[in-house]
């Protein structure tokens, strides 16, 4: 069962061959006070999962959570066009890092979990630039507010590190967690989740 309802994990999840159900949970996503990128994104995947698996005890549930981080400010999803124009603005030209967590709550009621970083360079754009990806609103409901499975790619440079922590579910850190849950895998991997 996956405890979110993003449209990339979803994908992500079928090009595994994983059959699974979709159950979003509904935990707030705000930063505790000094919290690290790294700490909050693994809290949150841990908060998704486990909330889901109290209401599915006997479901095998993975939460998950991505955060960019510029300048050690957490950049969750852009409130608003005007947000989303003034993020993409302040990464123009740099190198960015993005985090994703992953947690796995099993029957058993234990719950494995873990991170993934990845750095990012975008290349130098206008506000003209900026406006016009937000104008598509492919950025308005991702971290960093940008796509880079869709037309954010356009603004990347180099990416150093996961593809898919930027996707939003690192696949190498799911398959660890698989097998630190007693799975091994092969390919298609089939009736985990």
């Known amino acids: ?78 409130s608003g066009p005007e947000d989303a124009e003034a993020m993409l603005l302040r990464l123009a030209g740099r190198t960015h890092h993005v985090a994703s967590g992953l947690a796995l709550a099993l029957p058993s009621g234990d719950v494995r979990s873990g991170v993934s970083t990845t750095e990012v360079t975008f290349q130098q754009f206008s506000r003209e630039v900026a406006n016009a990806y937000v104008a598509t609103g492919e950025p308005l409901d991702k971290a960093g507010a940008y796509g880079i ?4 790619a356009a603004l990347v440079t180099e990416i150093r590190g996961d593809y898919h922590t930027v996707v939003g579910l690192p696949i190498t850190l799911l398959l660890t967690l698989f097998e630190e849950s007693g799975w091994g895998y092969t390919f298609p991997l089939q009736d985990r989740l």
Request: a negative charge; hydrophobic letters at 40%.
């Open 1 to 78: 069962m996956l405890a979110s309802a993003s449209p990339r994990r979803v994908e992500c999840l079928r090009m595994l061959g994983l059959n699974f159900t979709v159950q979003p949970a509904d935990v707030a996503e705000t930063v505790q006070h000094e919290e690290s990128a790294e700490t909050h994104v693994e809290r949150l995947a841990r908060d998704k999962a486990t909330a889901v698996a109290s209401v599915y005890p006997d479901a095998v549930v993975l939460g998950g959570d991505t955060v960019v981080t510029l300048d050690g400010e957490i950049l969750g999803k852009p």
């Open 149 to 152: 499975q869709g037309l954010g």
